[in-house]
């Protein structure tokens, strides 16, 4: 499934930095908290805040593709070696 999904959201994180000035102006708005951190005027506040939340799901997309993210089903092993017999009864 991740294989389908995680070039989604990768698309989805570049067209949200592509499209920051659009996405501001016709569905959310001017946010609050980015506008106070992030600065205010032209290319600053809530399209740099929706320029780094893009970034942030390009990464994380590309993480999850590789199974690089932690607590994944890769990271899951048994506390002690059992044999096989013991497997397949359990």
Do not use: H
């Not at 499934?1 to 708005?29: D, H, N």
């Not at 980015?34 to 390009?58: D, H, M, N, R």
């Amino acid at each position: 499934m991740r294989f389908f999904l995680s070039p989604l959201v990768l698309i989805a994180g570049v067209l949200m930095m592509k499209y920051s000035v659009i996405i501001t102006e016709q569905f959310s708005g001017k946010i609050d908290f980015a506008e106070k951190y992030l600065g205010t005027g032209i290319g600053a506040g809530t399209y740099t805040w929706w320029k780094l939340f893009g970034l942030a799901l390009c990464i994380l997309a590309v993480l999850w593709f590789f199974n690089k993210l932690p607590g994944g089903a890769a990271t899951q092993q048994l506390s002690a070696p059992t044999s096989m017999l013991v497997q397949l009864l359990a």
